[in-house]
């Protein structure tokens, strides 16, 4: 016997999302775009957005990155997806079943869901993307080690067998990094490990891909045959999705002033990743409206696999050095956009969230840092921070942490590139010894990029600790159980520093106040958006 269960399945990432309150009014309350509006949706011409970072691929499985998630997700859709309270929903699947022994799922898809070349999604296309996502995605490598087999049921139905009980493989099918999507199958086989080339970006997607200025913009146009869901009270990722604009223009600007002036001009109807300090100026402007959003948390990786991190008192010389509150406050200002919190996920996230096993987070003792540094084999060397030069965040991190750093005896060169050269420079270690870079928001252990096992993106970590805790992870569903494991993970990044957390962050974008959208929830999205007809 089997038994449905996807409509009320709640999986253990519940996040509700933080509207942050700042000044003498709530970001939160500025941020409510469709609540109290009364203008009716309307099909328009282009939607132009700022765009921090020129992706280095939208291949949305192959990277966890942001910049590509960002514009991937309107291109691309997964077999399930969070919704708005962050349950695991359908999306391409009609629904599911799981056997009573918690072994078999068997996916059933929708019908009739086209993909951008007029092809219909099959069973043999999401069993190819499935086996990719497999092979390139950090999550789809941790679900690989239990999936037993797949097989084809018939053209709109296939099971996923495991050899043991996995009680993460729904959200891991449904997780918005390094996303499960599902594109045809000849692509699937054809890209294998590498990233898509630009004629594969093959989607289903409301919106499809029309073409790349590399450095310039990214422009989607509307998907005319899109195949949407019904349900409008889902959000998310998932349920009812509609295109509005005829082409979606992600322009690079790499410029906070530049893209609030393109605001104030009508150059720009949205702008993403303002900075923090900047808010009190779009507040005050009655034609800008601020959206705000967790956003996970800025942090310093050191490379594992040489000298001079591969050294644990050199990592730990590291964390005492850093001051994070000073550096936190450098960077983002306004004490509303950051929380001091060394938990791996967010408070909001009630279900992630402990912060036993974190009393290290703070531990700033640059006396004893020095005393680390010069008992271990750290002999001097040139110790070379990278960071991406599109955040200013970024670049006041670094420049507060290698004054802190030299002061306890490392020697230190800033390095800064742009986003998608960063990118590339980052999968070498002879390029660096640190990097700075933001995550965001994370939704299961098994998203945490920056402790997948020996690649660039974790510095290379490698931990068997680590690797236990996801296996038990997997295992129990039982919330007692999950908050020790949870407790257990806290205390062996604090033992191991594969990374130095610096503070959660919140981000800060900024709309147009003719542009309706539902962007308060995790990032920028634009289905279900229009502009009101005296922007029209």
Request: charged content about 30%.
């Amino acid at each position: 016997m089997k038994r449905k269960h996807y409509t009320f399945l709640i999986i253990n990432v519940i996040a509700v999302m933080v509207l942050v309150s700042c000044s003498n009014s709530s970001a939160g309350e500025n941020s409510n775009s469709q609540t109290d509006s009364e203008s009716t949706p309307t099909e328009s011409g282009s939607l132009d957005i700022a765009f921090a970072a020129d992706p280095e691929t939208l291949d949305w499985m192959y990277t966890g990155a942001s910049a590509t998630r960002d514009v991937g997700w309107h291109i691309f859709e997964t077999l399930l997806a969070l919704d708005d309270d962050y349950e695991v929903k359908p999306m391409i699947a009609e629904d599911y079943d799981v056997s009573e022994d918690e072994k078999e799922y068997t996916i059933h898809l929708r019908e009739g869901v086209q993909f951008h070349d007029g092809t219909t999604v099959e069973a043999e296309d999401a069993i190819a993307s499935i086996e990719r996502w497999r092979k390139v995605s950090g999550v789809g490598k941790i679900t690989d080690e239990y999936i037993d087999s797949i097989e084809e049921d018939d053209e709109l139905t296939f099971t996923i067998k495991l050899n043991e009980v996995y009680s993460s493989l729904l959200s891991d099918l449904a997780a918005p990094k390094s996303s499960m999507t599902i594109m045809p199958a000849e692509i699937a086989e054809e890209a294998g490990e590498k990233p898509l080339e630009q004629d594969q970006f093959i989607g289903t997607g409301p919106y499809k891909f029309k073409e790349w200025d590399k450095g310039e913009k990214i422009v989607l146009e509307r998907f005319e045959d899109y195949a949407a869901r019904d349900e409008e009270d889902w959000g998310g990722l998932t349920g009812k999705k509609e295109a509005y604009f005829d082409e979606l223009h992600f322009q690079i600007v790499k410029d906070s002033q530049v893209m609030l002036n393109g605001l104030k001009t009508d150059i720009y109807d949205y702008a993403q990743g303002i900075p923090a300090d900047l808010y009190e100026v779009v507040e005050s402007d009655a034609n800008l409206n601020p959206i705000t959003y967790i956003n996970g948390y800025s942090s310093i990786i050191p490379d594992k696999s040489e000298a001079p991190f591969d050294e644990i008192e050199v990592r730990q010389a590291l964390n005492y050095a850093l001051d994070k509150e000073t550096i936190a406050k450098a960077a983002y200002g306004n004490e509303e956009f950051y929380n001091l919190d060394g938990a791996l996920f967010d408070p909001e996230q009630k279900a992630l969230y402990t912060d036993e096993g974190t009393e290290d987070y703070l531990a700033s003792d640059p006396k004893k840092a020095k005393e680390l540094l010069e008992a271990s084999n750290y002999n001097g060397e040139e110790v070379v921070i990278m960071f991406a030069n599109n955040y200013d965040e970024y670049e006041k991190i670094g420049e507060i942490a290698k004054q802190q750093l030299e002061e306890v005896g490392f020697n230190v060169k800033l390095d800064s590139y742009e986003w998608a050269t960063y990118l590339e420079r980052w999968e070498e270690p002879e390029n660096w010894d640190i990097v700075i870079v933001g995550w965001s928001t994370r939704f299961s252990p098994n998203e945490l990029g920056m402790l997948s096992p020996d690649i660039s993106s974790s510095g290379w970590y490698e931990s068997d600790r680590w690797q236990e805790l996801l296996k038990e992870w997997a295992a129990t569903s039982a919330e007692e159980d999950r908050e020790e494991i949870l407790e257990e993970m806290n205390k062996t990044v604090y033992d191991e520093l594969p990374f130095i957390k610096v503070t959660n962050v919140s981000n800060l974008d900024v709309k147009n106040e003719n542009l309706e959208t539902e962007n308060d929830w995790v990032s920028l999205r634009f289905w279900n958006a229009w502009k009101t007809e005296e922007d029209n």
